[in-house]
T-cell receptor
Framework: AQTVTQSQPEMSVQEAETVTLSCTYDTSESDYYLFWYKQPPSRQMILVIRQEAYKQQNATENRFSVNFQKAAKSFSLKISDSQLGDAAMYFCAYPNAGGTSYGKLTFGQGTILTVHP | KAGVTQTPRYLIKTRGQQVTLSCSPISGHRSVSWYQQTPGQGLQFLFEYFSETQRNKGNFPGRFSGRQFSNSRSEMNVSTLELGDSALYLC?????????????FGQGTRLTVV
């Protein structure tokens, strides 16, 4: 069974600094996707970034980037130039493939990110 | 493009009652999944519907059920509510395209059982 582990329950960063959130996963599949979601106090889950396992290049979305190490099954999220609005709970997620559907997400435990002004 | 819409946003129910939650996915998304989020258990998968068929089911009792309509809208029902069913229920719609996989969430329904 696929599992996702986030070993950092809480992290903090100073505004404008860089922070890295860790995630490891376990799967026997060779081709898959990985997601990072942000959940602010509003509770809305927002897709931050996604990575396709067959792509060697790490995904980047503006200030958010990932360090994807397929062999090590590691998928960390780097937030550069942190802003107060980045404060939220961050979840790493693995969508289980069922045919052509990826509707079953397995989530990590989450990391609460605090941004200090 | 409208996002995933969940209704209602908040619900208060009494133990033993039943409740129905609704989710309208993003247009064109045929997969709808439901999750339960609690402080103790985190995010847990309930079930997924794809083209009106239940594709996957999580480890929840039979009191939790769902369905999907031909327009891809989905409902989940919880019967004989228990205090432990108090949670944030999240719905997600997903699609697999040539550009890759996308999965987006609604704002959730906060269910309180008293």
């Amino acid at each position: 069974a696929q599992t996702v582990t986030q070993s950092q329950p809480e992290m903090s960063v100073q505004e404008a600094e860089t922070v890295t959130l860790s995630c490891t996963y376990d799967t026997s599949e060779s081709d898959y996707y990985l997601f990072w979601y942000k959940q602010p106090p509003s509770r809305q889950m927002i897709l931050v970034i996604r990575q396709e396992a067959y792509k060697q290049q790490n995904a980047t979305e503006n200030r958010f980037s990932v360090n994807f190490q397929k062999a090590a099954k590691s998928f960390s999220l780097k937030i550069s130039d942190s802003q107060l609005g980045d404060a939220a709970m961050y979840f790493c997620a693995y969508p289980n493939a069922g045919g052509t559907s990826y509707g079953k997400l397995t989530f990590g435990q989450g990391t609460i990110l605090t941004v200090h002004p | 493009k409208a996002g995933v819409t969940q209704t209602p946003r908040y619900l208060i129910k009494t133990r033993g009652q039943q409740v129905t939650l609704s989710c309208s996915p993003i247009s064109g998304h045929r997969s709808v999944s439901w999750y339960q989020q609690t402080p103790g258990q985190g995010l847990q998968f309930l079930f997924e519907y794809f083209s009106e068929t239940q594709r996957n089911k999580g480890n929840f009792p039979g009191r939790f059920s769902g369905r999907q309509f031909s327009n891809s809208r989905s409902e989940m029902n919880v019967s004989t509510l228990e205090l432990g069913d108090s949670a944030l229920y999240l719905c997600a719609s997903s699609i697999s395209t040539l550009r890759g996989v996308e999965a987006f969430f609604g704002q959730g329904t906060r269910l309180t059982v008293v």
